[in-house]
């Protein structure tokens, strides 16, 4: 028995071993042309095998395998997924294969389900053929999460029907068709079975495969060979152009795609078209194709009589012809054709197209959308356009297409003479197109010829306190129309009447094209006194253009500029020494508008300090001015600096006053705040978990800090921590450590955490060092009870102890041996114990069982025995070694069979009487207590001993028969259980 549970363990990890995927790589190149030309040939395939006894019968199942080997290598490739699933007397536990992506893993695979398929015996007793078609379609809905790209299919091998016991209740293969794919039985991409039979097939699976159109029924008498042709058509759905009611033909192309074995096939075409109108005729040609290559092209024609307007979506259904014995799978059963027949009409934008105002010699275009309806879109139209005009003006446009879009635009192009005549002017243009009606036919175009003009944004211009010896500025918009932007004019600017120390700078011509700015600065002399001046702006514009208005009143404010406000102290606050050569910090000052320009100059009195930048532009209002200041040293204490303020305009330099620096440097600090220790390790873990807080200032941010630790008194213990260097974020920071230790000793063990700067900085104190605490633990095994006693055992009787184990902190896996010492135990008193344990955990309870059995000729008496666990690991110590055992049998009960009655006195008789009673039947109660327990059957308890390892050269197969409610094993033991 022992054997069995081995066996069966070692075969279901196995299976585990070969349900994994395996890891997708590269896919084996082809070996030939055929099998590149053929796309999304990697197939997902179960083959489903009757294992039923009658399989056995005209070699059923030799002749089975040798058909399932000989297309393997056509239906296993690197990538998919196989598998095997035995049926009879129920479903055996699908096998299951995962062709790697690797060169030769197809093949080696190849290998491992051939001999899986050579070790498959026949000896179940019926036939559960739906139960096997409904495992098949739960593994190959698992095989479509997994790669739905890939096909499905299920090739099944039987020799019989449906044959189940007399009581069982099986599904019908329709009820597992509705299951599996919610009665959609025309989508067969998702999986399609191929049933081969010997024999009579089953009527019910043939008639649903034929129904549904999901499988093929396939005769397997007198068949020495099985093979795998693929073929596929594309595109699997066609959408032809739209087309006008009527008669008409139209011409499509699809590709097949075949390996060798579907080349020399013919392709057959069947036009499905019970939906069409009455009167409606659809047909096409030719209905059959031979795959003369792998991939052969094929030019289709549909041709339409009485076409009616209406979409239509009709299905070409495709088949193969094949040779006996061909599996021939057609990926595209059918092909999807739509098609639309429809009414088209085009409308036209609008039915006037306005030209607006255009000068003599200009030449405009404007659009016309040309917006047709779906049918007329997808014909893809010409429009032609005849224009009439009234002699005034050119019209010309090209002629017009609609692409399918849907929507398309009509340039119309208009040209006016040079010597047209100011007036209003119309023309017509007349739409028409093969065959398709526009609305509206005809659209008028209509123009005004007239001068052009350009429009100044306001009608004076005004600037406000410009300071003496400053500028002021205004800006003016100019605006052309149609005209004067189609002409592209160029715009004359004059100033005038400027009072004596005022000077005007702007552009003297500025063209105008489309909206422009003209920009007019006033340069103000510092003689110049406060008060309201004025001047004249002109325009001019070559003819046939008009600027309104064409002259603008300037009127501008002279004042006198007002002080530069400075700060006397900046103070930069406190420093760390670490940041104490680069300050920073920032100038804030007023900035009168008359210094709108200036520029601040700053320059150190002495050399202990320097400033970035030095130069600062001003502009108008409060300026805050950031800057860095560079010392020379960075001792600790009070520092300053005096900085001479210039104010900078051109070439000259002016003197403005004094700016005191002062800061104070004081020292960088790194702190501890807080430390979680370790606290205890295993020796076998070697790793423990801390925390460190730190606090740093802020200028230590970005840092490195370096953590080293050492345990002087623990001799050859070595102890690291990771990470050994951190930055430093500045302000409070929780850092996570883990401890490596190894060669630990067991024990407590104090050390020290040393904590330093890696850059060197002067002046920083650092905390050292912090106290570091390591209790490692030693290995350890502890007996800690043995359950159940031995005392009162009687004959005949079983007991089954139970040995209770405490593992602390041992290395992974341990081993420990158990061995009873007899002493004076007598050999009727027989023990059963495992000789050695393994722990595969630390810190865990194991308990084992110990029998004792007494035998038939036990005898009274009391015994005592001794239990040794010893720990087979090194340096693993057990206590305790010894535990003392003991067992007692008692004395057997004797039975006093005669009674000797004393008469009494009359006046006792009856009371005596009844004692006596009393006596006699608790004696014969004794008598068969005594008797049942001498004679009553042992029970026997098995207890489970490791078997011993199984010799190498086996090859048992595992069965499974069902006969009635008894299951034999087969192939691993001799002995049969129920």
């Given at each position: 028995?022992?054997?069995i ?34 796309k ?40 998919t ?65 997994r790669?739905p ?161 209406g979409d ?50 200009m ?34 446009l ?78 003016l ?39 422009s ?18 001047g ?8 046939g ?85 560079k ?15 210039f ?7 002016v ?7 002062r ?12 430390w ?20 740093a ?13 050492a ?29 490596h ?154 039975v ?50 490791p ?29 049969t259980?129920?």
């Open positions: 028995m022992h054997g549970r081995a066996r069966i363990m070692l075969l279901f990890v196995a299976l585990l071993a070969l349900s994994v995927p395996a890891t997708p790589q590269d896919q084996e190149p082809a070996s030939d042309a055929n099998k590149r030309a053929v999304n040939v990697r197939t997902d395939v179960v083959f489903l095998l009757d294992v039923s006894g009658s399989m056995r019968k005209r070699q059923g199942l030799t002749r089975a395998r040798k058909l399932l080997v000989n297309i393997l290598g056509k239906v296993v490739h690197p990538g997924s196989v598998a095997l699933v035995p049926f009879g007397s129920g479903v055996h536990e699908p096998m299951l294969f995962e062709v790697p992506n690797t060169p030769g893993g197809a093949e080696t695979m190849r290998g491992e389900i051939r001999k899986s398929i050579e070790r498959i015996r026949a000896r179940d007793s019926y036939t559960y053929l739906f139960e096997g078609i409904q495992k098949s379609l739960e593994v190959l809905r698992k095989f479509k999460e790669n790209e890939h096909g499905r299919h299920v090739i099944l091998i039987s020799d019989g029907k449906q044959l189940t016991r007399r009581g069982h209740r099986s599904p019908t293969l329709t009820a597992i068709i509705d299951f599996f794919e919610e009665k959609k039985f025309h989508k067969v991409d998702d999986w399609f079975i191929w049933y081969g039979h010997f024999g009579e097939p089953d009527d019910t699976l043939r008639d649903v495969l034929e129904r549904t159109g999901a499988g093929r029924t396939i005769s397997l008498d007198d068949l020495p060979t099985l093979n795998w042709a693929y073929s596929s058509v594309q595109p699997s759905a066609v959408k032809l152009e739209t087309r006008k009611p009527g008669k008409w033909e139209q011409e499509f192309t699809l590709t097949a795609n075949t390996d060798d074995g579907g080349i020399g096939k013919n392709l057959y075409f069947e036009l499905d078209v019970s939906n069409l109108p009455r009167g409606m005729k659809l047909a096409l040609e030719p209905s059959s194709v031979e795959l003369t290559k792998p991939q052969t092209p094929i030019q289709l024609k549909l041709t339409c009589e009485n076409g009616l307007a239509y979506s009709e299905r070409v259904k495709l088949k193969v012809s094949s040779d006996k014995g061909v599996l021939h799978w057609v990926e595209t059963p059918e092909i999807e054709m739509s098609l639309r027949i429809g009414e088209p009409r085009i409308s036209v934008g609008a039915a006037v197209l306005q030209f607006g105002r255009m000068g003599a010699g030449t405009a275009t404007r659009e016309i959308a040309l917006i047709p309806n779906r049918d007329a879109a997808a014909m893809s139209p010409d429009v032609s356009v005849v224009v009439a005009d009234n002699g005034n003006g050119a019209i010309s090209p002629r017009a297409t609609i692409p399918a879009s849907r929507r398309a635009s009509l340039r119309v192009t208009l040209r006016v003479p040079e010597d047209a005549k100011p007036g209003k002017y119309a023309g017509t243009l007349s739409l028409s197109s093969d065959g398709i009606a526009i609305d509206p036919g005809a659209i008028t175009v209509r123009y005004t010829v007239g001068n052009g003009r350009v429009t100044i944004g306001t009608d004076k211009v005004r600037i406000s306190n410009i300071f003496a010896g400053q500028s002021g500025a205004s800006t918009t100019l605006t052309p129309d149609d005209i004067a932007t189609r002409m592209g004019i160029a715009v004359n600017v004059a100033v005038s009447d400027l009072p004596e120390g005022v000077v005007a700078e702007i552009e003297p011509s500025i063209f105008v094209r489309h909206r700015s003209l920009k007019l600065k006033l340069n103000v002399g510092p003689d110049v006194s406060a008060g309201e001046y004025t004249r702006l002109r325009f001019t514009a070559p003819k253009v008009d600027v309104v208005p064409a002259e603008l009143p300037i009127t501008f404010k002279v004042t006198k500029p007002a002080a530069l406000l400075l700060p006397p102290t900046i103070d930069l606050g406190d420093v760390p020494a670490a940041a104490a050569r680069t300050l920073k910090g920032s100038l804030e000052m007023s900035v009168a508008k008359h210094h709108d320009g200036h520029q601040l100059e700053l320059v150190a009195m002495d050399e202990t300090t320097s400033m970035e930048p030095r130069v600062f532009s001003l502009k108008i209002g409060k300026l805050v001015a950031p800057f860095t200041l010392a020379a040293d960075s001792k600790l204490g009070a520092r300053s600096a005096v900085y001479q303020a104010l900078l305009r051109g070439d000259r330099r003197l403005i006053g004094n700016v005191s620096m800061w104070n440097v004081v020292a960088s600090t790194l702190k501890f705040e807080a979680t220790n370790p606290g205890r390790i295993s020796k076998s873990d070697r790793k423990a978990q801390a925390k460190l807080v730190v606090d200032t802020p200028d230590l941010a970005g840092k490195t800090m370096r953590l080293a630790v345990f002087p008194q623990a001799a050859g213990m070595i102890v690291g921590c990771e990470p050994n260097a951190i930055k430093l974020q500045g302000g409070l920071q929780t850092i996570g450590i883990e401890w230790v190894s060669d630990a000793v067991p024990g407590k063990h104090v050390g020290a955490l040393r904590i330093g700067l890696a850059d060197g900085l002067p002046g920083a104190t650092v905390p050292n060092p912090v106290r570091v605490r390591l209790d490692v633990a030693g290995a350890a095994v502890q007996v800690v009870a043995v359950e159940g006693g031995l005392q009162g055992l009687k004959k005949d009787e079983t007991r089954t102890l139970t040995v209770v184990l405490a593992a602390t902190a041992v290395p992974v896996p341990t081993e420990v041996s158990l061995a009873i010492d007899r002493g004076d135990w007598p050999a009727w008193l027989q023990v059963e114990l495992p000789k050695k344990v393994t722990i595969d955990a630390a810190d865990k309870t194991v308990r084992i069982p110990l029998t004792v059995r007494s035998s038939q000729d036990a005898a009274p008496g009391a015994w005592r025995a001794k239990l040794r666990v010893t720990a087979v690991t090194k340096g693993v110590t057990v206590t305790p070694e010894v535990t003392a055992l003991a067992a007692s049998v008692p004395e057997t009960v004797t006093v069979k005669n009674v000797e009655v004393v008469k009494m006195k009359e006046s006792e008789g009856s009371n005596s009487a009844m004692w006596v009673a009393i006596g006699v039947a608790a004696a014969l109660i004794l008598v068969l207590l005594v008797f049942f327990l001498a004679y009553r059957k042992p029970k026997i308890v098995h207890v489970n001993v078997a011993p390892a199984e010799e190498p050269g086996t090859d048992d197969d595992l069965i499974l028969e069902e006969e009635e409610d008894v299951f034999v094993f087969e192939g691993l033991d001799d002995e259980y129920e």
